[in-house]
């Protein structure tokens, strides 16, 4: 049985980035996979790689059919075209550590959705602090964003069990609105408490920029008021943990522009954790 994982890359302006990201996928000991870049601003990204030496016949080269067309519709572009059994997310400023996908692809054997600890990083590669890591486990959904504070887009997921599409009109909060659309499929996802995913906090990215909030607050409320009508289809109590979680995290969004002022370099993370407590 096919194990190949598609890993889906959407690349905007990602010259000075897009060749350690590539890197991280080639040194996986994980060695069935396609590499789908996705250039979103017209670039010819096979030749910026070849300019540093990385040529890989694993490596697909589309374009989202636009300029400036968003992530979204990247990752949507390539999902529509991929025929492999499993995919993957992996932004063009992100790597993966060597044993992400064997990882992942192991844990697949039983379900069918996996999400993994981040390590998250600035624009250096130097470590900030860890999220969700721990002891591996299975999540409900209402658990799932208890554990996982940060982003989203670790995941592995098999298509064939659950599958969805970016929603272009949100901001923000793709990942976790794309993560619900899988849980409609399957009760729960796969955490694996190692960090396996280098996520990377750049100062004016969509998670740490200075003028986000607005964007941010107006993506959460809706995706509450998406649970609170239904449209996942999860039981009550998953409803209800997401609904707290996304509520303080709503109620911590004003205030963080402040916080960040008087602690700049302040994460986000570390702005959120104590109010879950």
């Not at 194990?3 to 010259?15: D, G, L, N, R």
């Not at 519709?73 to 992400?100: F, G, M």
């Not at 250096?124 to 940060?150: C, E, I, T």
């Amino acid at each position: 049985m096919s194990q190949t994982v598609s890993v889906i890359t959407p690349a905007y302006e990602a010259h000075a980035t897009i060749g350690t990201t590539v890197a991280s996928v080639i040194g996986q000991t994980h060695p069935d996979w396609q590499l789908w870049i996705i250039a979103d601003d017209g670039e010819d990204y096979a030749a910026v790689l070849a300019d540093a030496g990385i040529r890989d016949s694993r490596i697909m080269h589309i374009t989202s059919g636009g300029l400036g067309r968003g992530a979204s519709n990247a990752r949507n572009v390539a999902l529509e075209q991929i025929s492999t059994p499993y995919a993957a997310i992996l932004d063009a400023d992100d790597r993966l550590k060597p044993q992400k996908l064997e990882l992942a692809v192991a844990a697949l054997a039983e379900h069918a959705i996996v999400t993994t600890a981040l390590d998250v990083m600035d624009e250096q590669f130097n470590h900030l602090r860890l999220v969700g890591q721990g002891p591996d486990r299975a999540l409900d959904p209402g658990q799932h964003k208890w554990v996982s504070l940060s982003m989203d887009s670790m995941l592995v997921w098999d298509r064939r069990r659950a599958d969805g599409r970016y929603d272009p009109t949100m901001s923000n909060m793709t990942d976790l609105e794309f993560l619900l659309q899988l849980y409609t499929s399957v009760p729960h996802s796969y955490h694996l408490g190692t960090p396996l995913h280098d996520y990377i906090k750049r100062s004016a990215s969509m998670s740490n920029g200075a003028n986000v909030t607005a964007g941010m607050m107006a993506s959460k409320a809706t995706i509450l008021r998406r649970l609170r009508a239904g449209a996942y289809g999860l039981p009550a109590e998953d409803v209800a943990g997401l609904e707290k979680f996304l509520e303080i995290s709503l109620a911590a969004e004003p205030l963080y522009p402040p916080a960040l002022a008087r602690q700049p370099g302040l994460l986000f993370e570390d702005h959120l954790e104590p109010r879950l407590r």
